[in-house]
């Protein structure tokens, strides 16, 4: 934002409370820290708060150098005197014995003019100096206090240049990237609302379409049989009347014989009875019918489904909205723009990122010293450390080769983490203390736990927060500590009081910052979001699911070992199971521990070996 001179009529009035930069506190006496009321502040800013449009920059004037009676166009700026220059100007200025040391730049570079506040402790003196031992702003008197003997002191005025400058960045992305950015996805989504409604319009006209074929073709078929049934009685109706007539013809035959027999047994005279022989005909044979028989169509309404189909949503990753990156932003926080940068690189591979069709072996590792591969960290100098039940904690580089070995009271369970720092903490159970070692080496005591035994460790990726899993007699716990070892958080219960773990064996934190805990005693991965709220329990698709070690990556997948099955299981950050990434099919055997490295590489270590396998599941 412009610092403009006094006569500027383009200034206008600004008033802000001085509390978003800084604490102002004041030492006395007694050494207690005492807030001082904070005041507000009227400064003269620019009325035109982002770059002005062609439009809006043909009204303006140039801006007139400040140097009296020289009017001509002020393209520099002065840091000492805050004050614009004009080439001339600035060539004189830095000629003068008295201001050729001073920081001129052009215009657009300038620093932020400290707004003018006076210390409360010494009133006719000006808050410009800041403490950087008490955090606080002080003015030069207050310096020499004896509770700043020692203290290291920085220009205010530097400060509140570089935070002024980092405000006016990111305003300046709200207005030229955020907004119009949001402005046309909102304006995608308002399409896609349009054109779903339409596809849906027309796939419920389908369905009725379908529907009604498939009426058509029933009708057909019962038509056709009901047809084929009169054929079939026709036929076998015949068949029995005829042997009806064959029965009615033997009949009269009988009777002929009848009397012919009752003919011949009337005569006296003998031998005529011996002089014909008379011989009954064998009664004809005929079959009786085989009637038909009706089998009922077995079908029930998933098969029914299947012959009208249905409509499901096709089982691919959701398109991402193209976002156009931003452009860069001119800002004296060097450090913000390297975890923009970074932050952005990340966004790009997330967005470019997938779930491959296949698993990969990429390499393996024999990592030497422990017995098996219970737990995986990979630092940031690509250093593994894997230990294994016997305690064992054992640093290797990319070749396999030992770099150190450290014996902890450790068992099954993930008591080891990599930080942001490249430092590596560990826990030892038996003396309730988690230990921090330096890339030097060095091992110091880090957090002691108290009552509680610690079981697992992790490191945030997001803000470097420790998270650990511990328990005490029957019941357990996630508790988050800061950066510098502050107990901040427990997480132990959810709504309804009831206890949310039994023993926390591996723990993660997701990219939305939920807290997945691996809890072998309740059979279940725990997930509770970042204010420790209880989302879900996943409890695997088959029966029986013991679950070990616990991973997430960049897309937020869920990555959890199951003992029974010998799997590793792959969920979303819903808890919604995708797939089955590694199996005994796949050579993998018992895993137990996983982790996921910055080049999206997987790693696998498994029960009773040495061996830690790497595997590439994204693409």
């Not at 800002?331 to 690189?345: G, V």
């Amino acid at each position: 934002m412009p610092a403009l001179s006094q006569g500027d009529n383009r200034a206008r009035q600004v008033s802000f409370k001085y509390r978003p930069l800084f604490r102002l506190t004041n030492r006395h006496d007694n050494d207690e820290c005492c807030t001082v009321p904070y005041t507000r502040i009227n400064i003269r800013v620019p009325y035109i708060m982002s770059e002005p449009s062609d439009e809006q920059a043909a009204m303006q004037h140039y801006l007139v150098c400040g140097t009296e009676e020289c009017q001509k166009n002020g393209e520099f700026y002065c840091n000492n005197c805050h004050r614009v220059l004009c080439e001339q100007c600035r060539d004189e200025h830095l000629k003068s014995p008295k201001t050729k040391s001073h920081e001129i730049v052009l215009y657009q570079h300038r620093k932020q003019q400290l707004p003018v506040e006076k210390c409360e402790l010494h009133p006719t003196r000006t808050i410009d100096m800041f403490c950087r031992e008490c955090n606080i702003p002080l003015c030069s008197k207050c310096s020499t206090m004896k509770e700043h003997h020692t203290h290291t002191f920085d220009d205010l005025e530097d400060i509140y240049s570089e935070k002024y400058a980092a405000w006016q960045g990111e305003f300046s992305k709200i207005q030229k990237h955020f907004l119009p950015t949001s402005l046309g996805l909102k304006t995608d989504t308002e399409e896609d609302a349009s054109q779903i409604k339409k596809i849906m319009e027309s796939i419920r006209t389908s369905m009725e379409a379908e529907a009604e074929s498939l009426k058509n073709l029933v009708d057909e078929v019962t038509s056709e049989n009901i047809k084929h049934t009169h054929t079939m009685e026709k036929s076998l109706l015949e068949m029995l009347k005829s042997q009806e007539t064959t029965y009615e013809d033997y009949m009269t035959y009988l009777e002929n014989m009848s009397d012919e027999f009752q003919k011949y047994l009337s005569i006296t005279n003998q031998k005529l009875l011996f002089s014909k022989t008379l011989k009954i005909q064998s009664i004809p044979e005929t079959t009786k019918p085989v009637p038909p028989v009706f089998t009922a169509g077995r079908f029930n309404k998933n098969d029914i489904i299947k012959l009208l189909g249905r409509v499901n949503v096709p089982n691919k990753e959701p398109e991402k909205r193209k976002i156009q990156p931003m452009k860069a932003v001119t800002t004296y926080m060097k450090s913000t723009e390297k975890q923009l940068k970074q932050s952005k690189e990340k966004s790009d591979v997330k967005q470019t990122l997938s779930l491959s069709s296949s698993v990969t072996k990429v390499r393996e590792y024999s990592v030497p010293g422990v017995y098996s591969a219970h737990h995986v960290s990979v630092d940031k100098s690509d250093r593994l450390w894997v230990t294994d039940y016997r305690g064992n904690l054992v640093q290797t580089d990319l070749q396999g080769k030992q770099l150190q070995k450290i014996q902890t009271s450790g068992g099954t369970e993930g008591y080891h983490t990599a930080t942001q720092d490249g430092d590596l903490m560990y826990i030892d159970k038996d003396k309730k203390v988690i230990y921090r070692i330096t890339p030097d080496q060095k091992i110091t005591e880090f957090i002691k736990t108290g009552d509680w035994t610690p079981l697992s460790i992790h490191s945030s990726r997001i803000n470097g927060d420790i998270l650990v899993g511990m328990y005490k007699d029957k019941e357990a716990k996630v508790t988050r500590y800061s950066k510098a070892g502050k107990k901040i958080q427990n997480i132990q219960r959810d709504n309804q009081g009831q206890e949310l773990y039994s023993e926390p064996l591996y723990i993660i934190e997701n990219i939305n910052g939920d807290i997945c805990t691996s809890d072998f005693n309740k059979y279940a991965v725990v997930v509770v979001n970042k204010s420790g709220q209880h989302r879900f329990f996943y409890k695997s698709q088959g029966s029986g699911f013991r679950p070990w070690g616990i991973c997430t990556d960049v897309l937020g997948h869920i990555l959890v070992c199951d003992t029974i099955r010998e799997t590793v299981d792959l969920l979303d950050q819903d808890g919604r199971f995708l797939s089955v990434i590694l199996s005994p099919q796949q050579g993998i055997k018992e895993p137990r521990g996983v982790c996921v490295d910055e080049e999206n590489n997987l790693y696998v270590g498994q029960y009773d070996t040495n061996t830690v396998t790497v595997y590439k599941y994204l693409q």
